[in-house]
T-cell receptor, first 114, second 116 residues
Framework: QQKVQQSPESLTVSEGAMASLNCTFS??????FRWYRQHSAKGLEVLVS????GEKEEGRFTAHLNRANLHVSLHIREPQPSDSAVYLC??????????????FGKGTKFSLIP | GALVYQYPRRTICKSGTSMRMECQAV??????VAWYRQSPQKTFELIAL?????????EQNFTQEKFPISHPNLSFSSMTVLNAYLEDRGLYLC????????????FGAGTRLSVL
């Protein structure tokens, strides 16, 4: 069964600093990775989707995927107060290759020091 | 753009009663709908995955008898929590997948269920 672990549990950075969030997964056949953001018990906002090794940038958010190391990370460039939220890593298999089930990590609580 | 609306946003029910929540996809065809629950202090758990013209697949610990789901067309799904008890509290999210687009899973804002 897929296990998704995120670190750190919480992260506080100063305004203007780069923020890095980590996610490891256990199923090496996974090929669909997403980072979501959840503001105060609201729904999920998709930030970045990545399917192959390398990096994918969406605005100030960049995901790095290294499937051999079972690792995907999210980097937030020039974080702003509105970025304070819980960030969730979700892993699954693309359709046609198995289950469509998304497995979520427990999240990293990110906040900014003004 | 693609949007997913969930209704109601918040609901309170008495222990042992049932409540129904709805999920509406706007701007795309939701050929697949996944219902998740985020219980207090936990991450999201998949309850079931519903694909049009296929049987609904429930995850372990979740059953059709407890969480019946309807997915009658490509824009709407509903789920009922039957005989709700304290352990059913949480945020219920509907994620709708657009096969025709980039296969993105769009989530609604969720229905928060409190049980008295």
């Amino acid at each position: 069964q897929q296990k998704v672990q995120q670190s750190p549990e919480s992260l506080t950075v100063s305004e203007g600093a780069m923020a890095s969030l980590n996610c490891t997964f256990s199923d090496g056949t996974s090929n669909n990775f997403r980072w979501y953001r959840q503001h105060s018990a609201k729904g999920l906002e998709v930030l970045v989707s990545i399917f192959s090794d390398g990096e994918k940038e969406e605005g100030r958010f960049t995901a790095h995927l290294n499937r051999a190391n079972l690792h995907v990370s999210l980097h937030i460039r020039e974080p702003q107060p509105s970025d304070s939220a819980v960030y969730l890593c979700a892993v699954s298999l693309l359709p046609g290759t198995g289950s469509n089930r998304l497995t979520f990590g427990k999240g990293t609580k990110f906040s900014l020091i003004p | 753009g693609a949007l997913v609306y969930q209704y109601p946003r918040r609901t309170i029910c008495k222990s042992g009663t049932s409540m129904r929540m709805e999920c509406q996809a706007v701007g795309f065809q939701a050929t697949s709908v996944a219902w998740y629950r985020q219980s207090p202090q936990k991450t999201f758990e998949l309850i079931a995955l519903s694909t049009v013209n296929s049987a609904i697949k429930y995850e372990q610990n979740f059953t059709q008898e407890k969480f019946p789901i309807s997915h009658p067309n490509l824009s709407f799904s509903s789920m009922t929590v039957l005989n709700a008890y304290l352990e059913d509290r949480g945020l219920y999210l509907c994620g709708a997948r657009d096969w025709g687009g980039q296969n993105t899973l769009y989530f609604g804002a969720g229905t928060r269920l409190s049980v008295l």
